[in-house]
């Protein structure tokens, strides 16, 4: 089965700094999304992405987080000043029609650590 | 808005048993999809399960099934014969199913269920 690959599994980075979350989709896969998961709390949603832009955000994505599909393949997610309370495993997703159903899978998170 | 909630915060089961894991949800959605999503301690998204809501007829895989009561606005998954490797965290979602939209891969979690299965 065709997998939504993201790197690192785990990232530690300083207050304040920059962190970049890399995310390959499914080659012929239309949607992105991000999701993140505080360390025992529910899956929450932070972004869709369509046709090189935004279509919907939570109140979670606010101005310190952006994304990004630079080169038709990569799908990134910046945190701009990165906060304690960013510590969480993020989620890249995808979605497209796999045997005539849509369907959405899951990357296998990234940790990060924000210290 | 839409919420998803799981009132069992952990549940045990015997191997070889049946459980099943309870989720309610509201909506004014008439279209929309449920999903039970597996996590085991690798912390990795697997689908276990999916039922379009305009289906009646309850969405089964294997030895897991789903309870689908849309007037109650319920959606419960029940594992027959359990095995050790269903020990994991299990999230209820839904999404809204608008005709074009994006929507599909916005999914709204319950908080989840701790199923432990023991020998």
């Known amino acids: 089965e065709p997998e939504v690959t993201q790197t690192p599994s785990h990232q530690v980075t300083q207050m304040g700094q920059e962190v970049i979350l890399r995310c390959v989709p499914i080659s012929n896969h239309l949607y992105f999304y991000w999701y993140r998961q505080i360390l025992g709390q529910k899956v929450e949603f932070l972004v869709s992405f369509y046709n090189n832009e935004i279509s919907e955000k939570s109140e979670i994505f606010d101005d310190q987080f952006s994304v990004e599909r630079p080169d038709g393949s990569n799908f990134t997610l910046k945190i701009r000043s990165t906060k304690l309370e960013d510590s969480a495993m993020y989620f890249c997703?995808?979605?497209?029609?796999?045997?005539?159903?849509?369907?959405?899978?899951f990357g296998s998170g990234t940790q990060l650590s924000v210290l | 808005a839409q919420t998803v909630t799981q009132s069992q915060p952990e549940m045990s089961v015997q191997e070889a048993e049946t459980v099943t894991l309870s989720c309610t949800y509201d909506t004014s959605e008439s279209n929309y999809y449920l999903f039970w999503y597996k996590q085991p301690p690798s912390r990795q998204m697997i689908l276990v399960i999916r039922q379009e809501a305009y289906k009646q007829q309850n969405a089964t895989e294997n030895r897991f099934s789903v309870n689908f009561q849309k007037a109650a606005k319920s959606f419960s998954l029940k594992i027959s014969d359990s095995q050790l490797g269903d020990t994991a965290m299990y999230f209820c979602a839904f999404t809204p199913r608008r005709a074009g939209g994006t929507s599909y891969g916005k999914l709204t979690f319950g908080q989840g269920t701790i199923l432990t299965v023991h020998p």
């Open positions: 997703a995808s979605s497209g029609r796999t045997g005539g159903l849509e369907k959405l899978f």
